[in-house]
């Protein structure tokens, strides 16, 4: 068999036109069924005949899975990204009608990470010379332009990177309103897809925003037991101390000090100690009237 001569798709079992074969590891696919692949999926020449098939069955049902998506959040211009909170589930696409694109539903629990990368190009400024000649100025200058591509890295099947330029065009000033523009999108997209990960308003970090604990799709503020310190509570007009590693703190009451209530006993006044002293027969330090190595009374 020449190299020129038609083959016959493995996946459908059509006929292959002229320059329409796309390999596969084990077989050929013809460019009607490879229109059908997901677009993140790059390894198409590593892949099998059977993965193929398993693939285009996936697209099949995904294509049944975005008759019951409905897009709450939108974020982008050029590519967009559409989240379905209720389905738990996100789609990355540019076409107006995404349903007959078949972009792939994935579910925010498979989101692994979200980067936004900001690219900065610098290309060289010339001096243009009588003679039409080009000389680099010292020192030498340059232009700079931007541009901003997103990375989802997601646990799928059958890709693990979504990757798409944010800004349909370069951005060509680092102050324009344009770079503050899609620098806050990008963000956006990344807070909106690790939030959806976490269970709403858990950011990349771990930690969720507000600084509260979730409760009931809510932030709530709660006090934070640091070191075993408790805080202190108002009672009774007056405030109880804060227990500090296991001591009990008194506090100042009818111009005397009385120590917190301990274990059902109510307060009483606590005599100051005496204050110590050193035994003048055999130098013993002691704070009671008497020396309790030799017995000598305090002078």
Same mark, same amino acid.
């Given at each position: 068999?020449?190299?020129?001569?038609k083959k016959n798709c493995d996946i459908c079992g059509a006929k292959i036109?002229?320059?329409?074969?796309?390999?596969?590891?084990?077989?050929?696919?013809?460019?009607?069924?490879?229109?059908?692949?997901?677009?993140?999926?790059?390894?198409?020449?590593?892949?099998?005949?059977?993965? *193929?098939?398993?693939?285009?069955?996936?697209?099949?049902?995904?294509?049944?899975?975005?008759?019951?998506?409905?897009?709450?959040?939108?974020?982008?211009?050029?590519?967009?990204?559409?989240?379905?909170?209720?389905?738990?589930?996100?789609?990355?696409?540019?076409?107006?009608?995404?349903?007959?694109?078949?972009?792939?539903?994935?579910?925010?629990?498979?989101?692994?990470?979200?980067?936004?990368?900001r690219q900065e190009h610098q290309e060289e400024v010339y001096q243009q010379?009588?003679?039409?000649?080009?000389?680099?100025?010292?020192?030498?200058?340059?232009?700079?332009?931007?541009?901003?591509?997103?990375? *989802?890295?997601?646990?799928?099947?059958?890709?693990?990177?979504?990757?798409?330029?944010?800004?349909?065009?370069?951005?060509?000033?680092?102050?324009?309103?344009?770079?503050?523009?899609?620098?806050?999108?990008?963000?956006?997209?990344?807070?909106?897809?690790?939030?959806?990960?976490?269970?709403?308003?858990?950011?990349?970090?771990?930690?969720?925003?507000?600084?509260?604990?979730?409760?009931?799709?809510?932030?709530?503020?709660?006090?934070?037991?640091?070191?075993?310190?408790?805080?202190?509570?108002?009672?009774?007009?007056?405030?109880?101390?804060?227990?500090?590693?296991?001591?009990?703190?008194?506090?100042?009451?009818?111009?005397?000090?009385?120590?917190?209530?301990?274990?059902?006993?109510?307060?009483?006044?606590?005599?100051?100690?005496?204050?110590?002293?050193?035994?003048?027969?055999?130098?013993?330090?002691?704070?009671?009237?008497?020396?309790?190595?030799?017995?000598?009374?305090?002078q």
């Amino acid at each position: 068999m020449g190299m020129f001569d038609k083959k016959n798709c493995d996946i459908c079992g059509a006929k292959i036109g002229l320059l329409g074969n796309r390999k596969l590891e084990d077989g050929n696919c013809c460019k009607d069924c490879a229109a059908k692949l997901s677009p993140w999926m790059t390894d198409r020449r590593r892949t099998t005949v059977e993965d *193929i098939k398993a693939h285009l069955a996936y697209r099949e049902d995904n294509r049944r899975k975005l008759q019951q998506f409905n897009a709450q959040s939108v974020v982008g211009e050029n590519w967009k990204v559409m989240v379905d909170p209720n389905m738990g589930a996100f789609v990355v696409t540019r076409s107006s009608n995404f349903r007959a694109d078949n972009p792939d539903v994935i579910l925010l629990s498979q989101v692994v990470s979200c980067e936004v990368e900001r690219q900065e190009h610098q290309e060289e400024v010339y001096q243009q010379m009588s003679d039409g000649s080009k000389r680099s100025y010292s020192p030498p200058r340059y232009d700079y332009s931007y541009d901003f591509e997103v990375h *989802i890295h997601v646990n799928t099947p059958w890709f693990s990177e979504i990757e798409f330029k944010l800004n349909p065009s370069t951005i060509k000033d680092r102050y324009a309103p344009e770079f503050r523009q899609y620098e806050a999108l990008g963000d956006q997209i990344r807070n909106m897809l690790l939030s959806g990960n976490r269970g709403g308003g858990m950011p990349m970090g771990g930690m969720p925003m507000g600084g509260g604990m979730p409760m009931g799709g809510q932030f709530q503020q709660q006090p934070m037991q640091q070191q075993g310190f408790q805080q202190p509570m108002q009672q009774q007009g007056f405030q109880q101390p804060m227990q500090q590693q296991g001591f009990q703190q008194p506090m100042q009451q009818q111009g005397f000090q009385q120590p917190m209530q301990q274990q059902g006993f109510q307060q009483q006044p606590m005599q100051q100690a005496d204050a110590p002293w050193f035994c003048q027969s055999c130098g013993t330090q002691n704070t009671g009237r008497f020396c309790q190595s030799c017995g000598a009374t305090k002078q």
